[in-house]
């Protein structure tokens, strides 16, 4: 699948390995984020990775991945209640990321700024507040809302800057591995 030169900021490797390297990515930080966190998975952080490393229906795959590693390790191995409440937050909570993803490519697709960083920042404030808005959105039928105290999304908001700096240091580090593999082939 062809990737849009304008679209795409994070290259850890070649653009035919970008859709497969970010879901191995990404379920694999949503299985360890699972088993560490349970419910504050980094849902935000996730899609700001996928919307940069893909264009935007990979991108929603991809995290629709992720989460149902999410989903499938807190039911099957953490033992979530099977009820209609546990499983219906599942699904608002596949909704945010989704929204997140969503979110974050519109961003990165819009701004064309060249400091990165800062681009990626500003898709990771969207990713979150589309995704808190999400759940958010829900409690009324749900219930919850006391869960969005300053301090809660506060300290989830951290925690997705926290994952997003570790992911794309991972990417950096596969992209540098790949830089001096590709490299010493050439010189041989």
């Known amino acids: 699948m062809p990737l849009s030169v304008d679209h795409v900021r994070l290259r850890p490797v070649e653009p ?4 497969a390297f970010c879901f191995a990515l990404l379920t694999a930080s949503s ?7 349970a419910c504050t998975t980094p849902f935000a952080a996730f899609a700001v990775i996928a919307a940069a490393a893909l264009p935007q229906r990979p991108a929603l795959l991809v995290i629709t991945g992720a989460w149902l590693v999410n989903q499938t390790i807190g ?46 920042a500003i898709a990771l404030l969207c990713a979150y507040g589309a995704y808190e808005l999400t759940l958010f959105a829900v409690t009324p039928l749900l219930g919850g809302a006391g869960a969005f105290t300053t301090s809660v999304v506060a300290r989830l908001g951290l925690l997705n800057i926290a994952w997003l700096i570790g992911l794309l240091a991972t990417c950096e580090i596969v992209r540098l591995i790949a830089s001096v593999h590709r490299d010493h082939a050439l010189s041989r």
């Open 31 to 37: 299985a360890l984020a699972s088993f560490a966190l």
């Open 75 to 120: 039911f099957a191995a953490l033992h979530y209640p099977i009820d209609a409440s546990t499983m219906a937050w599942g699904g608002a909570i596949g909704a945010a990321a989704l929204a997140a993803t969503a979110a974050a490519s519109a961003v990165l697709q819009h701004l064309s700024l060249k400091s990165t960083p800062l681009v990626l």
């Open 16 to 19: 035919r390995h970008a859709a």
